[in-house]
Structure formats: C-alpha cells, structure tokens
C-alpha cells in the first residue's frame, strides 16, 4: 500500500504539469497574437481579421517535426458569435503531417490562420480537416490592409501565416491536418466538449482564456471604430 501511496505521489507532479499544459498555451497563443498585430506594417490586416468568421492560432511549433511528418502542433480555434460582436469560447485544436512549407531549422514557429468562409468555418468545425482537399488554403498577405490579395487569396477559405525567427509571412499549408482535441477540451471545461459545441452554443469560455479574447475583440473594434470615424467624415 505505501509503495502504491509513493508512486502516485511521484507522479503527481507530472499529471498536474500535464494537466496545465492547455492553459499555458492559452497564455502563449494571447502573447503570440499580441505580437504579430503590434507590428508596426508586417502584421495581419485588419481589415481580414475583421471578416474573418474564425482565427485558429498554434503556438511554438517545432520545425523539424515537420521533416517526420509526426504530431508537430497544438492551439486553438475561436469563432465569432452569433451577433459578430465578440469571440466565442476557444476549442483546443492540434496540427498533423501534411507537405507544409515552414522553414526547415527554424527553432519555433507560430501559426495564425483565419477562416475567411462560412464553408471554411463549417469544414473546420468538423473532427478532421484537411487543408486544401475539404478547404482552400491561401497564404495570407501581411501588411495594415489587405490590398496586396491575389485572387487565390480572396477566393480561399483559409489564410495562413508563420512567424519563425523574426520573420512573419504568408504561408501555404496544403495538406496538413487539423483535428479537434478532445482531451485538452477535456481539461480546459470538465468534459470532453466538441468544438462545434464550444464555439456555436456559448459555452463559457475559461478565465485562462480572457486576455485571448479580450485581444481579439480590442483588434476586431479598433477595426468597427475607425470604419466608423471615416464614414462620418
């Protein structure tokens, strides 16, 4: 019995930094998008982030995952609620395989993706998504507007970008895999919740998760008022 005691108090420690792990990147997916739209001309366009229906945002990913094709991310999806207002609850999501064209030996690299369509939305809400086969995946423009779009890029479902050492660009990720991860939903809400459900039925979103939203609703705003001060002018 105390043998039994011992074990489980070894492990402890590693069930609760496990446990934790969806929070901490909650934190990091905030300090991520902080980042990219305080950049002075190389952020994500406003005016995108404004009619994006969904973001997903996977921080920290491991570049060389990507040469073995094995799991090489993990992050979240937030979709607009029913109103346009605000953010709706993050759902956990996680990245695999795919031919995706991230620099090879960059050390860590972010990804923000925004769904542009209600298709998009609605394929990316599913179990699994495969980029480019159930959703066209454009590598998105970088800059304060979105003037430099090609016509891939305003017929696409799906905008990408990477940050890798510095560098923030558009990227283009055919193939790879997104899939909802239920454990994570699991730790973050208490059950085992779909995306689908977290995102369109408002569940309430976790306190770890405030400072992530009230980023996109402060950028989505900022977006609304300045639309609004011109059109007075």
Known sequence: MKVILVAALAFAPMMLAKDTEP???????AAVFSEVM????????QDLLEKAHCIVIVPGLKTAAFVFGGKYGKGYLLCRNKSGAGWSAPGTV???GGSVGFQIGGSQTDLIMLVMSERGADKLLSSKFTMGAEGSVAAGPVGRTATAQTDAQMRADILSWSRSQGLFAGLALEGATLRQDLDDNKTLYGKKLENRQIVTTGVRPPKAAAKLIALLNKHSMRERTSASTSSKR
């Open 38 to 45: 305080a950049a002075p001309d190389s952020g994500i366009p």
């Open 94 to 96: 996680r990245i695999e």
């Open 23 to 29: 929070v901490k990147r909650l934190n990091e997916a």
